[in-house]
């Protein structure tokens, strides 16, 4: 069991570009999460999926956000034309079924 | 609604005990409790369902008063590494997204 890994770890960026993450979840979890944190605050839902399919897009995400699963494996998170509220750490977890998630080591971002 | 944790923050000295209380307005599923170190990814601590059964690990342990809607993180004999920031992440129904509090400090000090 590897655990949930993210990458990259640490990005940073101008304003206005595109960047896209990458979670691989643990082998056998069918669901994977993507949250977003800011300092002193906790995990914020953003999206998640069962397989391939997105079963659940927060109302909050504008639309300069995407995420996929194509294979129902690993999954990428999109933001275009970035903005310096964008700047937070973004964790991604997995779970079998809708069982206990496990999150991976997330992606600070910076938008400069 | 995001549920609400107390205290914010304490600081304990090794072998004092602590409460974390985590309380939520809506009716849930589950309550999951974590612990992030600095700079780390949240770890799992505990669940708690609906129905009073709890799963966890180490030593330390949790209740769920479903009808209060409520749940609380007993840690007791408390270490060094137990500092961190604790989150409760709350589920209305199995397999749904966590909604997680803002959080609570706990610092130990030797």
């Known amino acids: 069991d590897t655990g949930v890994s993210q990458d990259p770890r640490h990005k940073i960026t101008k304003r206005g570009q595109n960047v896209t993450f990458r979670c691989d979840p643990i082998s056998e979890h069918n669901r994977l999460y993507w949250y977003r944190q800011t300092l002193g605050q906790g995990p914020e839902f953003l999206t998640y999926?069962?397989?391939?399919?997105?079963?659940?897009k927060s109302r909050l995400l504008s639309d300069r956000f995407s995420a996929e699963r194509p294979k129902g494996s690993f999954s990428t998170l999109e933001i275009q034309r970035t903005e310096q509220g964008d700047s937070a750490m973004y964790l991604c977890?997995?779970?079998?079924?809708?069982?206990?998630?496990?999150f991976g080591p997330g992606t600070r971002l910076t938008v400069l | 609604q995001q549920p609400v944790q107390s205290p914010q923050a304490v600081i304990l000295r090794e072998g004092e005990d602590a409460v974390i209380n985590c309380s939520s307005s809506k009716a849930l599923y589950s309550v999951h409790w974590y612990r992030q170190k600095h700079g780390e990814a949240p770890v799992f601590l505990m669940i708690l369902l609906k129905g009073g059964e709890q799963k966890g690990h180490d030593k330390i342990s949790a209740s769920f008063n479903e009808k209060k809607q409520q749940s609380s993180l007993y840690l007791t004999a408390s270490q060094l590494s137990y500092s961190g920031t604790y989150f409760c992440?709350?589920?209305?129904?199995?397999?749904?997204?966590?909604?997680f509090g803002a959080g609570t400090i706990l610092r130990v000090k030797s």
């Open positions: 977890a997995s779970s079998f079924r809708g069982d206990t998630q496990y």
């Open positions: 992440g709350t589920e209305i129904r199995y397999g749904n997204k966590l909604v």
């Open positions: 999926f069962q397989n391939e399919a997105q079963l659940e």
